[in-house]
């Protein structure tokens, strides 16, 4: 009798950690079981509750590789993907030198400390107005908005990591007579470089918000728009394709990053685990 409890007891064990494995079972699966779930509630609810134009899982599927090969997608996407890059690389190389000055210099760091935090809450969409004014309706005004969405991010976290330069590293330039620009560039933006990966991360993601809402704004070429259009139009399957493209596109710069730092710089990772 004890045999065959602890034999029963194993085979419903067993059934249950099998139920576990089958439903779950590696992260990987576990991910495409939830996704999998998410659209099937999403296409009954809309089935039962929403009307007709509004968009399906299996109708974003049917219309997906026509709006991946429409010409005025791909147009969209390479204007919104091109103008993201330009304004990072701009907010990138300003926002460092602006960030490493505060951090190492206190009269820069008391002057624009106010301002800079201020700026970085201040909602984007406040200032398109403005932008538009100065800028024009076109791709400047879009340039305009990219950089300031992702400079304050870059200048908040260049400057925290100049003020964590250890003391111990300028003590040893100091006693070598270690020329000045080996103590900015060898020395603070190598030491800031965590800081400086959190910080264009962060920044990418505002650049792409910024990208999109000034598509909106001013009505300018790109998957924002793109987006928009099909949306007034009841084209919502389309419309979600652009999302989704939009998606896509943080997650390729987040995968970039990431291959970026294994492959140059492997000691970040080991540092961030604490190894």
Known sequence: ????????????????????????????????????????????????????????????????????????????????????????????????????????????????????????????????????????????????????????SIVINARDGARSVPPEYLEVCKAYRAPARYVWFDITVFSSLPYLIAGIRLAAGRALVGAVIAEFFVSLEGVGMYVLAHARSFKHNEAVVGVLALVAFGLLFELTINWVMRRYFPWYRREGRGE
């Open 1 to 152: 009798m004890t045999d065959a409890i602890t034999v029963n007891g194993a085979k419903t064990g067993g059934a249950e950690i099998s139920l576990a494995n089958i439903l779950w079972g590696t992260p990987v699966r576990a991910k495409l079981f939830a996704g999998l779930m998410i659209l099937a509630v999403w296409q009954v609810g809309v089935a039962l509750f929403a009307a007709n134009f509004v968009a399906k899982p299996l109708n974003i599927i049917q219309v997906f590789p026509k709006v991946l090969a429409d010409p005025a997608f791909q147009d969209a996407a390479i204007s919104t993907l091109t103008a993201v890059f330009q304004g990072l690389a701009i907010a990138l190389v300003a926002g460092t030198i602006v960030g490493v000055a505060m951090g190492r210099l206190k009269v820069f760091d008391r002057a624009l400390n106010f301002y800079v935090n201020g700026f970085y809450t201040l909602p984007m969409i406040a200032l398109l107005p403005l932008i538009t004014i100065w800028f024009g309706y076109g791709a400047d005004a879009r340039l305009a908005t990219i950089i300031f969405a992702g400079f304050f």
